[in-house]
């Protein structure tokens, strides 16, 4: 907190990495409050205050903690720079004081509750309903058989009825492949990693525990995601809490099988994407 020297690399992607300003908004708080505090800068600042009892956690400053969406960019834009600071986790530690003295957001509570009692950080969704976007598609219950590797919906493409439709073609593609896909049926749960990133550290660290062990008594050794979250989580965060298998988003592992030759394109397709 005492090193950061306000030199906005948190606030702006650095200049030289982009060709206008047009490009340059770096953290999405403070560019929808304006105001320092909710750049981590501000925050580096307010958790000193909070350390020397120079300010409390009141209901601005405790709404002011919980708008940062951990999303990272600044603690990139940090490292480009010249600080190498640790904004990504000093803001995981400041929302986890926050939740420790019981500074939460009224929506934050119906989601831990829907954690502890669903498995799921979807508020209003069942997990008896997790598994019903894979009906008809034959994935192997890994709790019970073997399988080349266990595909992760995670909960948005469990339950969110889009989304379910790229997770039922994802592993389509992967079986045409000849790709023995499990995964771990009326078991699977919430990654979780959304709570340690509202500061519910606890309950996150009580999630990856169980999914870890869940993973390692099924025989897991490669996980497959389409979730951005779940890969995260699993590849970052579980890493540090011990997890040990090998994980790919699917896009990688569908990469990976065309240049195998396990998939092969029968059409050209003219575009880039990202």
């Known amino acids: 907190m005492e090193r950061c ?12 990495k982009i060709k206008s300003q047009r490009f340059g908004e770096n953290c999405p708080s403070i560019g929808y409050y304006n105001f320092n505090t909710y750049a981590v800068r501000g925050r580096f600042q307010l958790g000193l205050a909070l350390l020397t009892k120079d300010a409390e956690l009141s ?13 990272g960019a600044c603690d990139v834009a940090c490292k480009v720079t010249r600080y190498n600071l640790e904004p990504h986790d000093f803001n995981l530690a400041l929302k986890a004081y926050a939740i420790e003295k019981g500074k939460l957001r009224p929506k934050q509570r119906e989601i831990i509750e829907s954690l502890a009692k669903e498995k799921t950080m979807m508020v ?43 997770a039922r073609a994802s592993v389509k593609i992967l079986q045409d492949a000849g790709v023995k896909v499990g995964f771990l049926a009326g078991s699977e749960m919430c990654c979780a990693v959304r709570a340690e990133q509202m500061g519910f550290r606890e309950e996150f660290e009580k999630n990856a525990r169980a999914n ?23 590849k970052r965060r579980y890493a540090a809490q011990g997890l040990q298998v090998q994980v790919y988003h699917v ?16 059409k050209p397709v003219p575009m880039t994407v990202t």
Request: proline letters at 2%; one cysteine or more; a positive charge.
């Open 124 to 166: 209003g969704k069942a997990r008896s309903s997790r598994t019903a976007w894979a009906d008809g598609l034959g994935l192997v219950d890994m709790t019970k058989g073997k399988a080349d590797m266990m595909f992760f919906a995670g909960c948005k493409a469990s339950y969110d009825e889009k989304l379910q439709k790229v």
């Open 212 to 234: 870890i062990k869940l993973f390692a008594d099924a025989g897991v050794k490669t996980i497959v995601t389409p979730c951005s979250d779940c890969y995260q989580a699993f």
């Open 59 to 71: 209901e601005t400053v405790t709404q002011a903690i919980h708008s940062c969406t951990t999303c």
């Open 5 to 16: 020297s306000n030199c906005l690399g948190c606030k702006w992607i650095p200049f030289d």
């Open 251 to 266: 896009v990688e592992y569908i990469e990976k099988l065309l240049k195998d030759g396990a998939l092969k394109l029968t």
